[in-house]
């Protein structure tokens, strides 16, 4: 059962670097979510998708854009690094009844 | 629109000890109550759930009542071992939203020692 999975697992970037994170889940589940958890703090949602070909914003996403071409596949991308994008990045997929499965999280360092 | 505010932590503990985390929402609707758990260097994983008022979540010991009247879902446990020590989460399902999406609090550390 390998359920939501996500790669990297850590990364350090250059300010001005670009880089994909990537997210699939085998769960057939049409809501796909992106957060980002800075230290210390709680989840903030970047961005979310109801099903394929549908994506939209949340509460943060400035500096990210994703893509939903498959209802397996969630990529996050960042274009143009920013040290405020440093933190710990989670994609969760949701089934019908409201939980939520999340990935193991990408470890972002921008420097 | 909807919130979550949960007690700030950390929380430090003995071994065998009582543990209540507070949580309370706002929220239109009727929404699902849920805890997460974050044990270090992991995602979030599901804890318990309630889906409707007086509905009791439970797992590993943990419990939580739905509580339409006060707004509210601690979580308790009565006697807490180190493998507890984790960041507990309690979250909203508002099924009324786009997307179904999650409203989460802040997060509360639990430090259990031996």
């Known amino acids: 059962n390998a359920g939501v999975t996500q790669t990297p697992k850590f990364r350090i970037l250059k300010i001005g670097q670009s880089m994909t994170l990537q997210c699939t889940q085998d769960m057939n589940h049409n809501y796909m979510y992106w957060y980002r958890q800075d230290p210390g703090m709680g989840l903030k949602l970047i961005y979310y998708s109801v099903g394929a ?14 893509s939903r071409s498959t209802t397996e596949d969630f990529p996050l991308r960042l274009e143009l690094a920013a040290p405020s994008q440093t933190s710990v990045y989670f994609c969760a997929s949701i089934n019908p009844q409201g939980e939520a499965f999340f990935g193991q999280g ?6 | 629109g909807n919130s979550v505010t949960q ?16 949580c309370t929402y706002t929220a239109t609707g009727y929404p699902s109550l849920f805890w997460y758990v974050q044990y270090p260097g992991e995602g979030l994983q599901l804890l318990l759930k309630a ?26 446990k009565g006697s807490v071992q180190v493998s507890d020590s984790a960041v507990y989460f309690c ?14 609090g802040g997060g509360t550390r639990v430090l259990v020692k031996p």
Do not use: C, W
Not at chain 1, 106 to 111: E, K, Q
Not at chain 2, 10 to 16: D, H, K, M
Not at chain 2, 56 to 66: I, L, P, Q, R, V
């Open chain 2, 91 to 104: 979250a909203l399902s508002d099924h009324e939203a786009a997307g179904n999406k999650l409203t989460f």
């Open chain 2, 7 to 22: 007690m700030e932590g950390p929380v430090t503990l003995s071994e065998e000890a009582f543990l209540t985390i507070n």
């Open chain 1, 53 to 66: 070909g549908i994506t939209d914003k949340g509460e943060v996403p400035n500096g990210y854009n994703v």
């Open chain 1, 106 to 111: 990408t470890r972002l360092t921008v420097v």
């Open chain 2, 51 to 76: 889906t409707k008022a007086d509905d009791k979540g439970s797992n590993k010991g943990f419990e939580a009542t739905y509580r339409k009247e006060t707004t509210s879902f601690h979580l308790e």
